[in-house]
């Protein structure tokens, strides 16, 4: 598998404070995209970075790309109780037709009151 | 319209029973893909379609057959499957561009193979 590891495995914080996840994948990569799933659910997509760029914010995202650690970190700063949910990485490789995403292990964030 | 809808929501059958599910989206998406997703795991590839035709098969097994029949349209037929297969299956949906390709998934379809 081709999977990339995020940690932590599971993350409890408490509103208002900031959650960092990480993120490590195993061969070169077109672009990295992080994105949220509550429980059971459809995944949404929250930011996507290029495989040429090293940071990109989104509202309360920051993400970052370091292609020689072959790694991303997705930081969300003041954390509110809706952003309870797992959070998954995913690279994107391959072009035109065999473009597809990977997606990594997945981080369990709760945010308690 | 940014949604992609899935039916049903729930599906319950038996390991001699044959069932589609379905999934729909109107944002003139090109590329259309399915997803197995067991619990506490991450989504995994099964199928990509581009331009209406299988581009990927990631080695699923027989009794998963999917159909594009156009473009707003993809189907995943089962047949006589095991309660192993029993997840969440995800369609998603994304533009057709060489990459950076942003996807929107679909609610899920939870399978529950008895």
């Known amino acids: 598998s081709q999977q990339g590891e995020e940690d932590p495995q599971a993350l409890s914080i408490q509103e208002g404070e900031n959650a960092t996840m990480n993120c490590s994948y195993k061969t070169s990569i077109n672009n990295l995209q992080w994105y949220r799933q509550n429980s059971g659910r459809g995944l949404v997509h929250l930011i996507l970075i290029r495989s040429n760029e090293r940071e990109k914010h989104s509202g309360r995202l920051r993400v970052t790309l370091d292609t020689s650690k072959k790694s991303s970190s997705l930081l969300i700063t003041a954390s509110r109780a809706a952003d309870t949910a797992s959070y998954f990485c995913?690279?994107?490789?391959?072009?035109?037709?065999?473009?597809?995403?990977?997606f990594g292990t997945g981080t369990r964030l709760q945010v308690t009151l | 319209d940014t949604e992609v809808t899935q039916t049903p929501k729930h599906l319950v059958m038996g390991m001699t029973n044959k069932k589609s599910l379905k999934c729909e989206q109107h944002?003139?998406?090109?590329?259309m893909y399915w997803y197995k997703q067991k619990a506490k795991k991450p989504p995994e590839l099964m199928f990509v379609y581009s331009y209406e035709k299988l581009s990927i098969n990631e080695s699923v097994p027989s009794r998963f057959s999917p159909e594009c029949p156009n473009s707003s349209l993809l189907n995943l037929h089962l047949h006589a499957l095991q309660p192993e297969d029993s997840a969440l299956y995800l369609c998603?949906?994304?533009?057709?561009?060489?990459?950076?390709?942003?996807?929107?998934f679909g609610p899920g379809t939870r399978l529950t193979v008895l």
């Open positions: 998603a949906s994304s533009h057709k561009t060489p990459f950076y390709n942003e996807q929107f």
């Open positions: 995913a690279t994107e490789g391959g072009t035109g037709t065999a473009s597809k995403l990977t």
């Open positions: 944002m003139g998406h090109r590329a």
